[in-house]
């Protein structure tokens, strides 16, 4: 009797159905207040961003950037599939 193949563990699975984002968090220079927005290419710590602070007028800075796992919205399917 041979065994079947073992399927992949669940977290596998996840995976599938999740997505990676990238945010960067930015920082008011002048008033310290924070938002979020999604990473653009060429983001970086400490980068001045090219919108100002929209509650004072002040110089955004990069403060974070971090990567955050979301559940996809909409189950598309297959990508493999062809
Ligand atoms: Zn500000």
Redesign the pocket.
Known sequence: MSLPMIPSVSDDKLKRNQKEIIQVVLE??????ERARDFNDGDFIYKADEKP?D????T?FVRQIYSEIVPKKKAKAKKESH
Request: aromatic share 0%; charged share 10%; net charge positive.
């Open positions: 008011c220079q002048s008033c310290h207040s602070c509650k004072c007028g002040g955004l």
